[in-house]
């Protein structure tokens, strides 16, 4: 039977989150010496201060995503549970999960609209691998009440089945030759009779070139500027200089091709050809503005490029491996354009320490502004300086 959720939650002014409505307790899982190393009255508001330091020390998606999770978590330990989640064991987070997988009715919001003023947390049934993401978030928060004597153990991270999915078959993200030629064909094909069309068609070319030749998220693409490309002058290397997903610094080799690129839209902006390194401007702009443009709107050209170019072969004779590449670019996002790059990059003989740089990856530790002797290897070889679609 769909619950009111009015009785139990309240809107968070500072996090936009969901109150208790509960008494805090001092549950089983607090610390018991009483010498914590924050102050808090309850679970909530320990909640908040970790999502306080999330904001201050994660990036801003990082945030928001958490936010999200522990949001619905502790309207959920409020509105079903009736307890403080210091109070939980594995059953309770168990029935989470569950929950989790199918949220009542009065907990999901109509399709087609907005949340409204009723807090409704869930467009859906979570999907297995969006619940593990919910359970790592829940577990990081707990880790962190652990270490600052909040809590005095991690029952998520202690149980380790409660984050476990079903493994399904890695889906093959990468875009074949035959799809890359029909992306390069299209590109070529943009007009550039008028001012506006050349700034249009020199933009799309730079996005698709740095999503193939580099390697960015959507994120790092929309965020870019022209100043964080910069030149070695001992060796004529050049670095895009960025942030890692989690935070540290993160140096990118570029290709000459992404630099070529760079410098044809740079050109049809009426610039200089090569950016300076202080230079602020975006690295992608919204037509006629100094503006950046969004992820959201990389996330939407990729598509579109990588679905007329699918057109462009569903216009060819049928063949097995045409038909495939067709599949491949109606599905493509921009992540893709990331995987085809690394895993292109494993195939002519990189090291997986080699892509791990390339790719930003947190468990590899990258240093420095410019790419170590290593990573100046990779830079010189044939198979990074390729373009796929050149």
């Known amino acids: 039977m769909a619950m009111s959720l009015a009785p139990a939650l309240a809107a968070c002014a500072e996090f936009d989150l969901v109150a208790y409505d509960c008494p805090p307790a001092q549950g089983i899982m607090r610390s018991s010496d009483g010498t914590a190393f924050i102050v808090a009255g309850d679970d909530f508001e320990a909640a908040q201060l970790y999502l306080n330091d999330v904001r201050l020390t994660r990036s801003a998606a990082t945030y928001r995503a958490y936010k999200k999770e522990i949001g619905r978590f502790l309207g959920w330990c409020a509105a079903v549970r009736r307890k403080s989640f ?20 009065a907990w999901v919001a109509p399709a087609g609209q907005g949340p409204g003023r009723a807090w409704r947390p869930f ?41 476990k999915r079903p493994r399904t078959p890695r889906a ?44 960015l998220r959507r994120s790092e693409i929309a965020a870019a500027t022209m100043g964080q490309f910069q030149i070695e002058p001992d060796h004529g290397t050049w670095t895009w200089v960025g942030v890692r997903k ?28 090569y950016p300076e390194p202080a230079e602020s401007m975006p690295m992608v702009r919204a ?79 990258t240093t420095g502004t410019y790419l170590h002797a290593e990573g100046r290897r990779l830079y010189q070889s044939a198979a990074f300086q390729r373009s796929p679609i050149a």
């Open 287 to 365: 037509l006629g503005t100094d503006k950046p443009v969004t992820g959201e709107w990389v996330k939407q050209m990729v598509q579109q490029v990588c679905t007329a170019a699918a057109e462009r072969l569903a216009c060819l004779p049928v063949t097995a491996e045409r038909t495939e590449a067709i599949r491949r670019l109606r599905a493509a996002t921009t992540h893709w354009l990331r995987h085809t790059r690394l895993s292109e990059l494993l195939e002519q003989g990189a090291t997986l320490k080699e892509v791990s740089e390339v790719a930003g990856h947190e468990s590899i530790a």
């Open 246 to 273: 989690g935070g540290g610094e993160h140096g990118v080799g570029v290709p000459l091709f992404v630099i070529d690129a760079l410098v044809q839209y740079r050109v049809a902006l009426g610039l200089p050809p």
């Open 86 to 105: 210091s109070d939980f064991g594995p059953n309770d987070y168990g029935e989470y999960k569950q929950f989790l997988l199918n949220p009542p009715a």
């Open 123 to 163: 467009a859906g049934e979570l999907s297995p691998s969006s619940v593990t993401y919910a359970f790592r978030a829940l577990s990081a928060m707990l880790t962190w009440l652990v270490a600052q004597n909040w809590l005095r153990g991690n029952v998520i991270s202690a149980n380790h089945g409660l984050m």
């Open 172 to 215: 093959n993200r990468r875009i074949p030759q035959g799809g890359l030629d029909a992306i390069r064909d299209y590109l070529a094909s943009l007009p550039i009779e008028t001012p506006a069309q050349l700034e249009a068609a020199r933009r799309t070319q730079l996005v698709m070139s740095v999503g193939l030749g580099m390697a």
